[in-house]
């Protein structure tokens, strides 16, 4: 080799070549910008982080839970091994609905082979839209103990494969899940925990699941007090809800992902928008912005429709017109109408772009995306 080619060749190698150390924290690599923050290069499960011990009193609490109820604002109070409370559901077992992987979620959630999704029966609330009212509203479907429920989650990660454990609907079970968990860590469960809620939870309820759930998945309904007693029958849902979601940030922080597009941790917060409430979907993302996190995720749902009670006939009765449960009079002339006339339609695009306008203007921009192109979008 000629020194004239040598020379050209040495020239192109640096001297001194930037190496990266493979046993720095991926914390000190995430400052020197080698990946955007919100993407992990692995993942463990938070209840495989937590101790022996710390498991341990986990149990006795969900226990001392059942034994006084207090897992949502409610404060029933009651004695579950003997009574139930507004739930309708008991201490030892859950009601199960379906068990499956869903590949209705957020793609960053069920991925391609679905996200394992366990619907409860049963609900602390009693939405009068509820899109799921033939489970949420109703006691259908088969008992299971968090031992049992355990298993199920095994099979969905061993035969299913799915990408997570999605319990929808789980406010009033929170001491049962958390044993179920628990039992499944030592079964071998591998896969995040998504707790897919109503945001109507108590601080208690979620101080129980801290270490337990990966990713907290609540829903940001209404804004109004007044819209809360109307359509959701609780007088404090939005008060609730706001320290609801403020604890769960706190737990979790911002939604993350592994470098498949699959979310790991994190908050992803819903807002299902309602006709005629446009209003309150603006003042709800302005909250999260100002009081949560500008870097939150957010979902702004579009597929409210009228189920449920929403456009059914008002009811009647000997004498007097029961509009509501709790033998509400109704005046003469709402006779022949359908309840809930106001709501009683699907909710317009124009009302979807105002509440995503209002986020955008308050300084959120993570938002969930529908995959364009019809398939799995990361």
Not at 58 to 70: D, G, T, V
Request: charged content about 25%; overall charge neutral.
């Amino acid at each position: 080799m000629s020194k004239t080619l040598q020379a050209a060749l040495l020239s192109r190698i640096p001297l001194r070549p930037t190496l990266i150390d493979a046993t720095r924290p991926y914390s000190q690599l995430r400052k020197l910008h080698l990946a955007p923050p919100y993407l992990l290069d692995d993942y463990i499960p938070r209840y495989h982080l937590i101790s022996a011990a710390d498991a341990a009193r986990k149990r006795s609490q969900a226990y001392a839970h059942l034994r006084e109820c207090n897992l949502c604002p409610r404060l029933c109070g009651v004695n579950r091994y003997e009574k139930t409370g507004t739930c309708l559901i008991g201490a030892e077992t859950v009601k199960v609905n379906t068990i499956a992987p869903h590949f209705g979620e957020e793609p960053c959630l069920q991925g391609h082979n679905g996200s394992g999704s366990v619907f409860f029966s049963g609900c602390n609330l009693r939405c009068v839209f509820c899109q799921n009212y033939d489970i949420a509203h109703q006691r259908n479907g088969f008992d299971l103990t968090p031992e049992e429920l355990a298993q199920w989650y095994m099979k969905l990660q061993d035969v299913g494969h799915v990408h997570n454990i999605n319990l929808v609907t789980p406010e009033h079970v929170v001491p049962q899940v958390a044993l179920s968990i628990l039992h499944a860590r030592e079964l071998g469960l591998q896969l995040p925990i998504v707790y897919n809620t109503s945001s109507f939870d108590s601080l208690e309820s979620l101080e129980l699941l801290d270490g337990l759930v990966d990713i907290y998945l609540p829903d940001f309904k209404v804004w109004k007090p007044e819209t809360g007693r109307r359509l959701l029958k609780a007088d404090n849902y939005t008060d609730t809800a706001m320290e609801s979601i403020k604890a769960m940030y706190k737990q979790v922080g911002d939604l993350c992902f592994t470098a498949n597009g699959i979310a790991k941790k994190g908050v992803l917060i819903r807002h299902l928008v309602m006709p005629g409430k446009e209003d309150e979907g603006r003042e709800i993302v302005k909250w999260l912005a100002e009081n949560v996190s500008k870097d939150v995720m957010l979902h702004i749902m579009e597929q409210y429709f009228p189920r449920a009670h929403v456009g059914k006939m008002k009811r009647g009765g000997k004498g007097s017109r029961v509009v509501e449960p709790g033998d509400v009079q109704a005046p003469a002339e709402d006779e022949g109408k359908v309840r809930y006339e106001d709501i009683n339609r699907p909710v317009s695009l124009d009302e979807v772009a105002g509440v995503r306008k209002a986020a955008e203007d308050a300084g959120l921009w993570r938002f969930v995306e529908a995959a364009k192109h019809g398939g799995f979008n990361i």
